[in-house]
């Protein structure tokens, strides 16, 4: 027989504990315990006014709310203002007395198993304090349904007939998960000692889903990318995975903590009995390329995004149900009948939580003003998709083609055979081109494909008339008058958020058509009189009282107007710069780890090619610096030789006389005085060679 549902008591805010509160469900619980409003009874609005007058400190965090949050961080870089206090590399005898002064300590096991023993430690601390205790303290261990994922069949006459938590008992854990199994049991234990003083309670959560996604993100984000053709489903998918959604598990909490349940084991799951195949084409319908793919379990171990944790629980299989959450527990669900029935709304807060927003872009302006390369660098900057006539009619034509050989659902094939022939008689009639009705429903059943809906797009040269942009757009105006949920509209739609019109001059415009190469001229139809006819044109449309720039307007969209004067790459740079800035920061994932290893390692070559350069450059500069310093030497040595000479031709000129005067003076006679001396012999020569040269002296008159 069920029991009755419990009415929540009135009490004044309890302080919470939440471990690990910046992890994915921690942190989705933290929030949701932090939103939750304390009921009001007539007789308790003089006495919050009185509380709220004594308790001014803390009346930012307290004001209204049920519960004050507090609890371990690995980083303070993050604002959380839904915490009230944070504790960052805390020791045990510190996070003791922090735990010592809240009401209720919560401890989630289930994303990571690191945190086993420190729950351990955390429920035996209390227990063996509640002498010190000032009231009633509650323990809650967030665990994980892996614990049961090797139970027997409850009848194995009847395999469907499903695990309850009544029968908590016969469960059997995951190999990987007897560390788990064993700390349930053991706060189960210390809960009974004295259940007035210390109450504990097991909240067995199936696998998490929703806001932002954990186990389940690595299908999520391979569908959003749409870089893979088919996603993986690893096993034969037949599994069937016990789920809840996080917010749903967060107000199964938020009931304990509240009613106070008297059964100290709770299964918290789903009325969902989805299959992992299920989970997986569902997903990649609605949010990727619509195709799955069956791989081996082993190949899950290939996955670097997935975590051994998160491989064995994707493979669990389990039909199980919550009796106790049905017949204690009053749960405003938000996905009670599980991820499959609720994919659109999973798959929005997926978008919103994790930021990847589509950004959306239409680029007009007259013919060879640079359209196709501005739109190029901003898909390039952004990841999104370019989106022009050429390529989406036949992009489309040649999927009608493939949908007509190889569709099984005949219903599929004959509707793909109409539209197919149906563009391939309009473009007959219509000189390769399509009318207006045909063109617009390509090009928006484009815009509606999951990729353009995911990462966004740039709409490149179109809608070219006031009535093709109103019939594109005109569901988007509609859906914007009725709907009043912003956030499912941001996906669904397809009206630019952003409308950029590139303008130049006549003379610039055939200047630069004139200096385009052949291949150029010819690939976008550039001839000389075909271009001055769509110049032409583009000028006549612009100034009719309705135009595409109108349009938007009307819908208050202010176009980015950008006059194009110059194809100099500084100034391209610019006109980048200035879209940048307007359009904002990307909302996406950003780069891969193997996008920034190849980035890095980019970085590596191009650093080491600029250091190679350098050193060149250096080696060439002492290089010219030594042959200039060997040149100046050789110039230096070369001028005090040519010195040495010219000094020695100058002395020798000088010395011509005197040696012409000695000879024809001077060396006779001393010659002859010498002949003399050798015949004399005399006792001293030199007197004697003095005393002749006076004697003899040719200017003696």
Same mark, same amino acid.
């Given at each position: ?24 469900? *921690? ?75 809240? !009401? ?29 205790? *000032? ?30 938590? $009544? ?7 995951h190999p990987n998960f007897n560390q788990h199994i064993d700390l349930e ?8 000692? +004295? @259940? ?42 037949? +599994? ?20 106070q349940p008297k059964p100290y084991y709770l299964l918290a799951v789903d ?22 793919? %069956? ?16 491989? !064995? ?46 950004? @959306? ?29 050429? $390529? ?19 219903? =599929? ?6 539209? =197919? ?19 617009? %429903? ?10 353009? @809906? ?12 006031? $009535? ?7 569901? !988007? ?13 941001? *996906? ?42 769509? =110049? ?62 190849? $980035? ?20 060439? %500069? ?52 010498? %002949? ?26």
């Open positions: 027989m069920a029991e009755p549902k419990m009415e929540k008591v009135q009490r004044s805010p309890r302080r919470v504990f939440i471990n690990n509160i910046d992890s994915y469900a *921690s942190k989705c619980i933290a929030k949701f315990l932090s939103e939750c409003v304390s009921p009001k009874g007539e007789d308790t609005e003089k006495e919050e006014k009185e509380e709220e007058e004594e308790e001014e400190v803390t009346s930012h965090h307290s004001a209204g709310r049920a519960f004050l949050l507090a609890g371990t961080v690995s980083d303070k870089d993050e604002d959380r203002p839904y915490v009230l206090e944070e504790y960052l590399h805390m020791d045990r005898d510190e996070l003791l007395s922090k735990l010592m002064q809240c !009401d209720v300590v919560i401890y989630n096991i289930s994303q990571h198993a690191g945190q086993v023993e420190e729950a351990l430690w955390a429920v035996s601390a209390l227990h063996n304090k509640m002498t010190d205790f *000032s009231g009633p303290k509650m323990f809650i261990l967030v665990s994980t349904v892996m614990t049961w994922a090797c139970s027997k069949p409850v009848n194995p006459d009847d395999l469907e007939l499903p695990f309850t938590d $009544e029968i908590f008992w016969r469960r059997r854990a049991k053991r706060v189960v234990k210390m809960g009974k000692t +004295n @259940r007035t003083l210390f109450s504990t309670y097991v909240v067995a959560s199936g696998l998490t889903y929703g806001m932002g996604e954990q186990v389940f993100h690595f299908f999520f984000k391979t569908s959003w990318l749409g870089q893979e053709p088919e996603i993986p489903v690893f096993g034969d998918g037949n +599994n069937i995975i016990p789920m809840i959604h996080i917010n749903d598990l967060a107000s199964v909490i938020q009931n304990v903590i509240e009613l009325y969902s009995n989805n299959t992992m195949e299920d989970v997986v084409k569902t997903l990649t319908s609605v949010l990727g390329p619509g195709k799955i793919q %069956k791989k081996p379990c082993e190949d899950a171990f290939l996955i670097q995004d997935l975590s051994i944790m998160e491989i !064995d629980s994707m493979q669990v299989n389990l039909r199980m149900e919550g009796i106790h959450l049905k017949d204690l527990f009053s749960i405003n669900w938000v996905c009670e009948s599980g991820l499959v029935d609720n994919i659109e709304l999973v798959v929005e807060e997926y978008r919103q939580t994790r930021g990847l927003l589509p950004i @959306r872009l239409c680029v007009l302006g007259p013919p060879a003003v640079g359209k196709s390369t501005v739109s190029k660098q901003i898909c390039e900057h952004y990841k999104l998709h370019h989106i022009t006539l050429k $390529e989406t009619i036949s992009e489309t034509i040649s999927q009608l083609e493939d949908a007509v050989k190889n569709a099984e659902n005949e219903d =599929l094939k004959a509707e793909a055979w109409e539209l =197919l022939s149906s563009l391939k008689d309009s473009m007959e009639q219509n000189d390769g081109l399509l009318d207006d009705q045909l063109l617009v %429903k390509v090009v928006r059943d484009k815009l509606m494909s999951n990729p353009c @809906r995911n990462q966004g797009f740039v709409l490149d040269g179109f809608p070219k008339t006031y $009535e093709q942009a109103k019939e594109l757009f005109y569901a !988007d105006e509609h859906e914007a008058e009725e709907e009043t949920s912003l956030s499912s509209l941001h *996906s669904k739609r397809v009206m630019p958020e952003f409308v950029l019109c590139l303008d130049a001059s006549d003379a610039f415009l055939k200047d630069r058509v004139m200096n385009l190469c052949e291949r150029l001229v010819q690939e976008h139809n550039y001839e000389q009189e075909h271009f001055l006819q769509r =110049l032409d044109m583009y000028r006549e449309n612009s100034m009719e009282d309705e135009t595409v720039v109108n349009y938007f307007d009307e819908l208050d969209i202010t176009p980015l107007y950008l006059e194009i004067t110059s194809s100099n790459e500084p100034d391209c740079l610019l006109l980048m710069q200035k879209i940048f800035d307007t359009v904002g920061q990307p909302r996406n994932y950003g780069p891969s780890s193997q996008e920034v290893e190849e $980035e890095e390692r980019r970085k590596a070559e191009e650093r080491m090619r600029r250091e190679a350069q350098e050193r060149a450059e250096e080696e060439r %500069k002492e290089a010219e610096e030594t042959r200039q310093r060997t040149a100046c030497w050789e110039e230096w040595t070369k001028g005090l030789e040519d010195a040495r000479q010219q000094q020695e031709e100058v002395l020798k000129a000088q010395s011509v006389p005197l040696r012409d005067y000695l000879m024809e003076h001077v060396m006779p006679t001393l010659t002859q005085g010498l %002949k003399e001396c050798c015949t004399a012999r005399p006792q001293d020569p030199v007197d004697f060679l003095a005393e002749y040269l006076l004697k003899n002296n040719p200017f003696n008159y």
